[in-house]
């Protein structure tokens, strides 16, 4: 059987993904913080957002490039940061970084990920973008903006949702710590996993190395905690204008709810606002990511990028009609990876493009500029 028929949809992809990682691993990668209501909201705000079917439009097929921030891509969508990516599978940044490169699409390494940039830029091509949990240290903060760069990183993602560890409490409850480490409990879950485990003893137990590398921290945290929160700090306004006079390159804001933010973002050299609940991994009373867009979409003229419950080629359509230009996506693509290896990750991509070229005949939406129209 082919990909398509095996795994016609990210569901697929997530209920194989479920069943091939430990369980300690699936809580990580799919919990929420608080009860999960978050999470919850995200799908019904974006089921809610519907087109107008449209017929007669003859035959044509749809042109899914954009261009954002000054770059063209054959597709409005990319890969997210997500930590300890290497834990969900093992090699999982390169994989993930090599996707990118191959399909014309962003790849962002996250601060929180299992391998350095040195590591992982060259996979990524001329696509990679890197993502800050902002360090404390000013010295640490230009090491680690230079690494960035010298690897291959033109895009740096400033993450300001996460002043402080939210709690997780499903992951608490899943057993993992850090730094990760086999309990007998959490063994006899990675026993029942063979194709992770044998993946694992190649790459070894994921560690946060880059992290690690500025820090003499050995002890353990809580299970929601890490050394990079030894590390890092919640940044302010001076913090963001330090950054941007840092780097000179692209910076894009990732976690902006509120509209009222944009200006002072904008005053402060962002070149672009990234909508974002974190997926409702930080805070359980954030309001649906969809709810936000069009007003911040309102109040700028900035590239706008919007993640949170995207599952499938449909949503990316709704967020696109709602103003956002470009769309990220971290989860899905670690489904593909548990689900397929590299050949699930890439499926992801070739999904989403199917969904969205079948949904936009539907509606006769010959380019992305055409969905807002088309909104119900």
Same mark, same amino acid.
């Given at each position: 059987?082919?990909? %398509?028929?095996? #795994?016609?949809?990210?569901?697929?992809?997530?209920?194989?993904?479920?069943?091939?990682?430990?369980?300690f691993?699936?809580?990580?990668?799919?919990?929420a913080?608080?009860t999960?209501?978050?999470? &919850?909201?995200?799908r019904a705000?974006?089921d809610?957002?519907? #087109?107008r079917?449209?017929?007669?439009?003859?035959?044509?097929?749809?042109?899914?490039?954009?261009?954002?921030?000054?770059?063209? =891509?054959?597709?409005?969508?990319?890969?997210?940061?997500?930590?300890?990516?290497?834990?969900i599978w093992?090699?999982?940044?390169?994989?993930?970084?090599?996707?990118g490169?191959?399909?014309?699409?962003?790849?962002?390494?996250?601060?929180?990920?299992?391998?350095?940039?040195?590591d992982?830029?060259?996979?990524?091509? %001329?696509?990679?973008?890197?993502?800050?949990?902002?360090?404390?240290?000013?010295?640490?903060?230009?090491d680690?903006?230079?690494?960035a760069?010298?690897?291959?990183?033109?895009?740096l993602?400033?993450?300001?949702?996460?002043?402080?560890a939210?709690?997780?409490?499903?992951?608490? &409850?899943?057993?993992?710590?850090?730094?990760?480490?086999?309990?007998p409990?959490?063994?006899?879950?990675?026993?029942?996993?063979?194709?992770?485990?044998?993946?694992?003893?190649?790459t070894?137990?994921? &560690?946060?190395?880059?992290?690690?590398?500025?820090?003499?921290?050995t002890?353990?945290?809580?299970?929601?905690?890490h050394?990079?929160?030894?590390?890092?700090?919640?940044?302010?306004?001076? =913090?963001?204008?330090e950054?941007r006079?840092?780097?000179?390159?692209?910076?894009?804001?990732?976690?902006?709810?509120?509209?009222?933010?944009?200006p002072? *973002?904008?005053?402060?050299?962002?070149?672009?606002?990234?909508v974002?609940?974190?997926?409702?991994?930080q #805070? %359980?009373?954030?309001?649906?990511?969809?709810?936000?867009?069009p007003?911040?979409?309102?109040?700028?003229?900035?590239?706008?990028?919007?993640?949170?419950?995207?599952?499938?080629?449909?949503?990316?359509?709704r967020?696109?009609?709602l103003?956002?230009?470009?769309v990220?996506?971290?989860?899905?693509?670690?489904?593909? *990876?548990g689900a397929?290896?590299?050949?699930?990750?890439?499926?992801v991509?070739?999904?989403?493009?199917?969904?969205?070229?079948?949904?936009m005949?539907?509606?006769?939406a010959?380019?992305l500029?055409?969905?807002?129209?088309?909104?119900?």
């Amino acid at each position: 059987m082919t990909m %398509d028929q095996t #795994f016609p949809a990210i569901a697929d992809l997530k209920a194989r993904a479920r069943r091939r990682i430990p369980h300690f691993v699936w809580e990580y990668l799919d919990s929420a913080t608080g009860t999960e209501a978050t999470p &919850r909201r995200n799908r019904a705000a974006l089921d809610a957002v519907l #087109f107008r079917p449209s017929v007669l439009h003859g035959e044509f097929t749809p042109d899914l490039g954009t261009t954002m921030m000054g770059r063209k =891509y054959p597709l409005p969508f990319g890969i997210a940061p997500l930590g300890m990516s290497g834990l969900i599978w093992p090699g999982a940044e390169q994989m993930l970084a090599r996707l990118g490169a191959e399909r014309g699409i962003p790849y962002t390494l996250s601060t929180v990920a299992t391998q350095l940039p040195e590591d992982v830029g060259p996979h990524a091509g %001329d696509q990679g973008w890197f993502q800050l949990y902002p360090p404390r240290d000013p010295v640490i903060r230009a090491d680690m903006l230079a690494r960035a760069k010298a690897s291959g990183f033109h895009t740096l993602v400033l993450t300001v949702d996460v002043p402080v560890a939210s709690r997780r409490e499903r992951q608490t &409850r899943g057993g993992l710590k850090q730094p990760p480490r086999l309990t007998p409990r959490l063994m006899w879950q990675a026993a029942q996993c063979p194709a992770w485990l044998m993946g694992i003893r190649r790459t070894g137990m994921p &560690r946060l190395r880059l992290m690690e590398g500025y820090s003499t921290h050995t002890g353990t945290t809580a299970s929601n905690e890490h050394v990079g929160y030894m590390l890092r700090t919640s940044p302010d306004w001076t =913090y963001l204008d330090e950054l941007r006079a840092a780097w000179d390159g692209k910076l894009v804001v990732k976690g902006v709810l509120d509209p009222a933010d944009v200006p002072r *973002l904008e005053t402060a050299g962002a070149d672009a606002i990234w909508v974002s609940n974190h997926a409702g991994r930080q #805070f %359980d009373g954030a309001p649906a990511s969809v709810t936000v867009l069009p007003a911040i979409r309102a109040a700028t003229a900035l590239p706008v990028l919007f993640d949170s419950g995207i599952e499938g080629g449909l949503d990316v359509m709704r967020a696109l009609a709602l103003g956002a230009d470009f769309v990220m996506l971290g989860r899905a693509f670690h489904y593909g *990876l548990g689900a397929a290896g590299a050949k699930g990750a890439g499926h992801v991509v070739d999904i989403l493009r199917a969904d969205m070229v079948s949904n936009m005949g539907q509606i006769g939406a010959r380019r992305l500029s055409d969905l807002k129209d088309r909104l119900l």
